[in-house]
T-cell receptor, first 112, second 116 residues
């Protein structure tokens, strides 16, 4: 029962262009969403989050958009840099719960 | 400012042996979470602990797996009589408060368990 889904296992983008990573969820109780970045052989690193009371949160080159009616969120990286190449995980939680639910990840490759 | 520490980073066990994975949360964090990542999959929640208490173990297999977070020392994830299917990366995360709502979980580097 995958409550958070990342349907694109991989994405390739040219350096300097925009990277858009997508995430869908099924549980309407989710009210907090996060993106993590993971390099091989390392733990996930927190990138950016958004609460359900917002529809956009921006931090430097990273912007997360939330569409609650569509149960969809996306991460935009602009401009993309080679160092952004990693696996990106979307995660969600409900205020009534104790855990984060993670998607299966999207592997981003930024081509120099 | 040490982050979440996990050791060992790599652990090799033969079938039937025991595996002990340790996690020291970030300073000031009293909430610990264990996740497992199987090959080609996302992270799956296993258990949530506070000091001396298991709060939610809904993701833990019913047998052979146990976790603790004692008053002193690191959190321990223990796997008894390991089988090949236990081979995975095990990640620990910690947070200041309960890890939902507006709080954030910070992850350690993981322990990669290989069962021969």
């Amino acid at each position: 029962d995958q409550q958070v889904k990342q349907n694109s296992p991989s994405l390739s983008v040219q350096e300097g262009r925009i990277s858009i990573l997508n995430c869908d969820y099924t549980n309407s109780m989710f009210d907090y969403f996060l993106w993590y970045k993971k390099y091989p052989a390392e733990g996930p690193t927190f990138l950016i989050s958004i609460s359900s009371i917002k529809d956009k949160n921006e931090d430097g080159r990273f912007t997360v958009f939330l569409n609650k009616s569509a149960k969809h969120l996306s991460l935009h990286i602009v401009p993309s840099q080679p160092g952004d190449s990693a696996v990106y995980f979307c995660a969600a939680s409900a205020n009534t719960g104790n855990q984060f639910y993670f998607g299966t990840g999207t592997s981003l490759t930024v081509i120099p | 400012n040490a982050g979440v520490m996990q050791n060992p980073r790599h652990l090799v066990r033969r079938r039937g042996q025991e595996a002990r994975l340790r996690c020291s949360p970030m300073k000031g964090h009293s909430h610990v979470y264990w996740y497992r990542q199987l090959p080609e999959e996302g992270l799956k929640f296993m258990v949530y602990l506070q000091k001396e208490n298991i709060i939610d173990e809904s993701g833990m297999p019913k047998e052979r797996f146990s976790a603790e977070f004692p008053k002193e020392g690191p959190s321990i994830l223990r796997i008894q009589q390991v089988v090949r299917g236990d081979s995975a990366a095990y990640f620990c995360a910690s947070s200041q408060r309960r890890g939902s709502g507006t709080d954030t979980q910070y992850f350690g580097p993981g322990t990669r368990l290989t069962v021969l």
